[in-house]
């Protein structure tokens, strides 16, 4: 058997046999792909449900069958959710974690753009440990890089080994060929399963837009303030614990809970570490005043 032909078996095996776990995912104004992680439970990424989820969310199996989901449990700074659905005979998918899954090891992309047809790419698994920011601007880790192409749509769908088992989720486009996908490692069953039992998870949300440390300094050079380290307000969200604190946009924030900030991430530590007593404060810089506020978050945020 040649390299071709032991390709296209491959692909051939890949199709018969994880495909008919592997759904389309479609809302009213959304399309993507999701798998089958267990008897009436979809994965699939949670910027697919981000648009047209509150107007119901249809899933396609590989037969054809049409079935309409509820969201049951949304993650969305991990971008992952699971979707409650009658899967019918669809099997569920094998797990093998993310270990084996080194540069240089052939992988499988298998999707079901919006319900439009399964389709399988084959590729290698081009660097690990890789990161990027997910829909809410946290910093997903550990991501698998991978060269299988994707069509639109083919987020949340599973990258698989030569065995079929699962070794990622696809969830991120970087262009020029290259993809990443959340690796099947144990963290991720362990947030299946929490979001399966409709738990969804609860982080602090200060509510503002950001710019970060350099375009500070530029605008606040600009309009001749000193220059200082920190993230600038670009806006406060309405009714949010930022504008319920008086935070405005234009202040710059230096230290949250006492550490300095520089980064989106340092921001987000500071909003974990808060999550325990509900209460932030933060340095800020209004103009050339040094100035503390004090961020307690709503009791929804909390519990």
């Not at 599973?158 to 989720?169: A, E, N, Q, S, T």
């Not at 500070?216 to 000193?226: D, H, Q, S, Y």
């Not at 570490?273 to 929804?300: H, Y």
Request: hydrophobic share 40%; no cysteine; net charge negative.
């Amino acid at each position: 058997m040649t390299t071709i032909e032991g390709l296209q078996e491959a692909v051939a095996g890949v199709a018969g046999g994880v495909g008919k776990s592997v759904v389309g995912v479609a809302g009213r104004r959304s399309a993507g792909s999701g798998v089958v992680v267990a008897s009436g439970r979809v994965l699939t990424n949670a910027h697919n449900l981000w648009r047209g989820a509150e107007e119901g969310v249809t899933v396609t199996f590989a037969d054809g069958r049409t079935a309409e989901a509820k969201p049951l449990g949304i993650d969305a700074d991990a971008d992952v959710a699971i979707l409650e659905v009658d899967t019918g005979d669809a099997p569920v998918i094998a797990w093998n974690g993310a270990a084996e899954a080194g540069i240089g090891a052939p992988v499988f992309a298998v999707a079901n753009p919006g319900g439009r047809g399964l389709r399988v790419t084959f590729g290698l698994v081009s660097g690990t440990e890789r990161s990027f920011r997910g829909p809410r601007g946290r910093r997903i880790a550990e991501s698998i890089e991978h060269t299988a192409p994707l069509l639109p749509g083919s987020s949340g769908g599973p990258v698989v080994d030569g065995d079929g088992h699962l070794v990622g989720i696809n969830t991120h486009r970087l262009g020029e060929g290259f993809y990443l996908a959340i690796p099947a490692d144990d963290a991720l069953k362990r947030r299946v399963d929490t979001l399966s039992k409709g738990e969804t998870p609860k982080r602090l949300k200060l509510g503002v837009a950001i710019a970060p440390a350099d375009v500070a300094r530029k605008l606040r050079r600009a309009v001749g303030l000193p220059e200082a380290e920190g993230l600038l307000v670009r806006g406060v969200e309405e009714g949010s614990a930022a504008e319920g604190a008086g935070l405005k946009e234009g202040d710059l924030i230096t230290q949250a809970g006492g550490k300095d900030v520089r980064t989106a991430d340092d921001l987000y530590t500071a909003l974990d570490a808060a999550a325990s007593d509900g209460k932030l404060a933060l340095n800020v810089l209004r103009g050339a005043e040094e100035l503390t506020v004090n961020v307690e978050f709503p009791r929804s945020q909390k519990e």
